[in-house]
């Protein structure tokens, strides 16, 4: 009977503990936005600021070769069309698998 009492204490102090942690974590370890110096002008938050300005257009340049070599633009309409029903198919097959 000792045992089974342990047993359900201690789910709940663990609980406990690992929300104490998370809120100990999250408070330690994740900077909020207001926290940046923007009065500092140190190289390395010049270049963290350019970089954050940078990184979007990176992105898109790097998904536009991507896309590119994939040679989708290739296909003609009829192919397109094709491919949304055959799409549209499979969209409802697995729809019945999860009912």
Request: hydrophobic letters at 40%; zero cysteines.
């Given at each position: 009977m000792?045992?089974?009492?342990?047993?359900?204490?201690a789910p709940q102090?663990?609980?406990?503990?690992n929300a104490f942690a998370?809120?100990?974590?999250n408070k330690l370890f994740k900077m909020d936005d207001g926290e940046m110096h923007t009065d500092d002008n140190s190289?390395?938050?010049k270049r963290l600021r350019d970089w954050n300005e940078?990184?979007?257009?990176?992105q898109l340049e790097m998904f536009h070769k991507k896309?590119?070599?994939?040679g989708m633009a290739e296909l003609d309409e009829n192919q397109i069309?094709?491919?949304i029903?055959?799409?549209?198919?499979?969209?409802?097959?697995?729809?019945?698998?999860?009912?």
């Open positions: 000792k045992t089974e009492l342990e047993k359900k204490e102090t663990s609980k406990v503990t998370l809120a100990l974590r190289e390395l938050l940078h990184k979007h257009d990176y896309a590119a070599q994939a069309k094709i491919m029903i055959k799409l549209q198919q499979i969209e409802k097959l697995l729809k019945e698998l999860g009912k």
